[in-house]
Every structure is written in C-alpha cells, then in structure tokens.
C-alpha cells in the first residue's frame, strides 16, 4: 500500500508499507518549507502502526540532501509520539550533513538506525532506488 498525497510541490514524502514496516521517503531538503510534509508524513505512518498495521517506522533518508532545525525538529517531534505509542522512528542511510546534525545536536542516539534502505521488512538490502514519482 503507498501513499502519494498531493505532490504538486514534489515535496510530500512517500509512505508504504512494507510488509510490517511503514516506510517514510523524504527527498531533496527538509527545510522550514518542507518540514512540514515530513511532519505529515511520519504522524501517517504512526497512524499505520496505532491501527497496527505495521510494527515499525523507517524514514529512508537516502534521498535527503539537505535538513536544517526544522527538519530535525519535525523528526524530534515524530519521536516524541513515537515513543508514546511504544514504537521508534529507526532512520537508515542519513547523509553525512544529516548526520553531523544529529551528532552535533546530541539526537543521533535517539534514533536508531538500519544498515540500508527500507526496501524490505527484516534486514536492508543495499542497492539503487528508484526516481521519486513526480
């Protein structure tokens, strides 16, 4: 199942699930423009775990090429719920500016991490992805 609100900005991130994990699929920037579609985006797929549709979220960063404050701060306020649902926000592949940012702000471990892209339940496969729809 996917998601694909309205993309006329291009900026609306992807939700799918896949098998008992609900991916989330920013690209591009999350900044104060964007923030808020992120935001969105992860209170969906929280949706999809409160009506126990899935076990976990992984927001795929592999496309992200640019978070500022406020991005970070939408991911902080997803966890936040996250964590009062009993479940946790795991980002995979963050680019190294993502990273330095978490690490900087001290948030790197509040998130945990998978080793590849959310492609598949269980443990990531590493490879290519395709384009984002437009």
Do not use: Y
């Amino acid at each position: 199942m996917t998601e694909h609100p309205d993309r006329k900005a291009g900026a609306e991130p992807v939700v799918e699930i896949v098998g008992r994990v609900v991916a989330v699929r920013p690209a591009g920037e999350i900044d104060i423009v964007t923030a808020p579609f992120l935001s969105r985006a992860l209170a969906r797929a929280l949706a999809h775990v409160d009506a126990a549709q899935a076990d976990r979220i992984v927001t795929d960063c592999s496309r992200v090429t640019f978070c500022d404050s406020s991005g970070l701060n939408a991911l902080l306020a997803a966890r936040l719920r996250a964590v009062e649902a009993g479940t946790a926000i795991h980002l995979a592949d963050p680019a190294p500016q993502l990273q330095r940012l978490l690490q900087m702000t001290g948030a790197a471990p509040l998130f945990p991490r998978e080793d590849g892209p959310s492609d598949a339940p269980g443990p990531r496969a590493a490879g290519p992805h395709p384009p984002p729809p437009r």
